[in-house]
């Protein structure tokens, strides 16, 4: 089950071509398709935005819904600033819509993968302080927490 959520997103990595990427040169031992160069997103830390995401409610941050504008469940992202849903770019773009309507809503995350993306880095970013909230999405849309064997 983890080899399989771990294709997943490299998969769902691969179809991220807007982001600059940089080369991995060892994986492990085991290809997952002859011939595939393999990339990985290297996340900023140092986002100055973090603190502009809201506090939230366990209640306001749902894991899976459709977007606010076109209703489309199938990969949506939520604002982290006022808990709002929108889709991808790579559906309708309500997400960067939302953003480029509400300028300090610029941290969202999405519920494909739980990576998270700020607009005004133009970055995808990790932080500590996302933690409580990508936990909380993590076990809302699996039903168990982030690395437990249940």
């Known amino acids: 089950e983890l080899d399989y959520l771990i294709q997943e997103v490299l998969f769902l990595f691969f179809k991220l071509?807007?982001?600059?990427?940089?080369?991995?040169?060892?994986?492990?031992s085991a290809p997952i398709q002859d011939g595939m160069t393999l990339f990985a997103v290297d996340p900023r830390s140092d986002c100055p935005h973090v603190n502009a995401?809201?506090?939230?409610?366990?209640?306001d941050v749902v894991a899976l819904g459709p977007c606010g504008v076109c209703a489309d469940a199938s990969e949506n992202w939520v604002c982290l600033h006022c808990q709002s849903m929108f889709c991808s770019r790579y559906v309708q773009?309500?997400?960067?819509?939302?953003?480029?309507?509400?300028?300090?809503h610029?941290?969202?995350v999405s519920l494909t993968d739980f990576s998270v993306w700020c607009y005004q880095c133009d970055s995808y970013i990790k932080h500590p302080s996302?933690?409580?909230?990508?936990?909380?999405?993590?076990?809302?849309?699996?039903?168990?927490a982030s690395g437990s064997s249940t």
């Open 93 to 104: 773009g309500h997400m960067a819509a939302h953003n480029e309507q509400n300028p300090t």
């Open 17 to 28: 071509k807007h982001v600059e990427v940089a080369k991995i040169e060892t994986m492990s």
């Open 130 to 144: 996302l933690d409580p909230v990508l936990s909380h999405l993590y076990r809302a849309k699996f039903g168990a």
């Open 53 to 59: 995401v809201s506090q939230f409610r366990e209640a």
């Open 106 to 108: 610029c941290i969202a």
